[in-house]
């Protein structure tokens, strides 16, 4: 399907020709290959980001709304809207966020109170601040929204379930009776996402809307749990391990393409005197702002690989009513989240600095890919609250291991006895994974076992748990930061111990494990020098060999980018093509330009015109003289 370049489009254009392209590929595409959306881990569907990057609309109706009526709904709710879903005969959102509440779930103010005499639930908005607001698909497309609300029935309130509110009219997309519904007007980028807002009064819908797999009201109001109420929140994890793979993965290799390929095509000065231009990518410092962004892209990727299949086993063990990973499960996802979308946010401005004047023009494709990171860090749970949400659980841990007691496999390395200093004698042995899996679960362990000191002596002195819980929460945030670090690192090393691959190619992935982790601690060498555990010695060692590993991995770069396997139109980049050809594109870009359509623009022309007129005038004096 032939489609138009963003950058030469408004919003409502943007907004048609991916909308557009999304439902081409739902009714169409997705039909005649058998995909199927409702399987949000499957094979077929993880390459949905990659082809439909610049659209995201229906990515909510697909990623949300659809795998939420597979978790909450039960088989008989889940045949009557699936097949409508799944062939876009409906458009979902997922309704959860309120104009006052985001993360806080407990406090949402969104009613749906149970009516037995009309066998309805009665959905309310009651203040300003419990409207929904920035569902996605809700503002323009969306006939129905997946509402989170509180359950109230006989007066008392059980809590958070969903309900299926139709939301507009199928015959005319006119809002229904008792709803305002509507946009939220531009973002800072997602222009198609269609972020919107949702009002409720009295708003009556049957008994049956309410998804019932873990909760159930009787005719008389009677409220009845179905297994284990925690069983409703491990379905909705499912979307923190989609956004780390689907958004923080994607857009830093898109990034990382872009910027590798255009370093190797502009060159700039010589490196001899007298001597040819060379290509950017020579630079040890344009080498210091890609390569490890690369490494980083890998070392995600398998992490990311590794939760997701974790994720689909702990699925399994839900169904069997096995809820004893839930709280590793848990840390895992919201700590993944946040340090996944922080380190890739942040390392895509760096990657648009290092392309120069033209990484800020949006022809480079850059712009727009940073703009869509840097929304990840805040929806789907904003970064902080997520770390502190992690923390918790490791303040847990350590506690257990104060005991004695018996810990999950994620943090079995804190019970382990480590030696208290670096063991690495040179480069070479600086470079071993077992020796920076070392090093990193060393700063991990220290910044864990400080905080949950400190919190515990606050504590004994008086102060109350959540005033010195919040007194400590910088520190608790790096200590979740620190663990997450650590997993990368150790997650990446032991997922090439198993790797079956050539020589060549476990070399080239060896070289990128080993420079994620060295990165990472020249960058921030304070918490791994403090407590003495790496000499000013060693981190001297760690930055030469840093270096070294960038020139040797400097002529696979092209190799390594190209090996994400992004078309030039999902990349949307004139300095990233494939072909090389980044000068003759963006001046092709600039020509078909709609301001360029014409020689003389005249809604402009027409306020210069009396003062051009004035100043040829006087020129034309001037020469007469």
Known sequence: MKTIHRGYLNKEQINFQNNRKMMYFFTDLAKRNNWHMDKPHSADMEFLPRTLANASGLLIHAGAFVPSIVSFGTPEQAAKWLPLAKACQIIGAYAQTELGHGTNLRRLETTATFDPRSQEFIMNTPSISSMKWWPGALG?????????????????????????????????????????????????????????????????????????????????????????????????????????????????????????????????????????????????????????????SYALHFNLAFIRSKYVKFLEDVKRGDLSNMAEMHMMTAGMKAIATERTSAGVEILRRSCGGHGYAVSSGLPYILLRLVASCTYEGENTVLYLQAARYLIKTAAKVSMGQPVDASVMYLTEDAPDKCQA?????????????????????????????????????????????????IQ?????????????????????????????????????????????????????????????????????AEVKLLASLRRNVVGLVDAFDFTDDMLGSCIGSYDGNAYERLYEWAKNFPSNKTDVHEEIYKYLRPHLHQGRDILNKMSKL
């Open 140 to 296: 323009e497309m969306a006939t129905h929204a997946l509402v989170m609300a509180q359950l109230i029935t006989r007066g008392e309130n059980h809590g958070m379930q969903a309900f299926i509110v139709p939301v507009r009219d199928m015959t005319n997309h006119k809002p229904l009776p008792g709803i305002t519904v509507g946009s939220i007007g531009p973002t800072l980028a997602l222009d198609s996402t269609d972020n919107g807002y949702l009002r409720m009064d009295n708003v009556r819908i049957p008994k049956e809307n309410m998804l019932a797999k873990y909760a159930y009201v009787d005719s008389k109001g009677k409220f009845q749990k179905i297994g284990n109420d925690r069983l409703m929140y491990a379905s909705m994890v499912n979307l923190r391990v989609v956004l780390a793979k689907d958004e923080a993965v994607t857009y830093i290799q898109m990034a990382c393409t872009i910027a590798a390929r255009y370093s190797c095509v502009r060159k700039q000065g010589s490196l001899t005197p007298g001597g040819p231009e060379v290509q950017i990518i020579d630079y040890v410092t344009q080498q210091n702002k890609i390569i490890p962004y690369i490494a980083l």
């Open 425 to 473: 004698a040179n480069q070479m042995e600086l470079c071993d994974h077992s020796i920076l899996e070392a090093c990193f679960k060393h700063r991990s362990r220290q910044l864990l076992l400080s905080v949950a000191t400190e919190l515990q002596s606050l504590v004994a002195d008086g102060m109350k748990q959540m005033e010195a819980w919040n007194l400590v929460s």
């Open 476 to 544: 608790l945030v790096n200590a979740a930061k620190a663990h997450m670090e650590q997993h990368i690192v150790s997650t990446f090393s032991s997922y090439l111990r198993n790797l079956k691959c050539s020589s060549a190619v476990r070399e080239v992935l060896d070289q990128l494990c080993s420079l994620n982790a060295l990165h990472q601690i020249n960058n921030f060498p304070g918490d791994f020098l403090k407590d003495g555990y790496l000499s000013s010695k060693q981190l001297d060692m760690a930055r030469k």
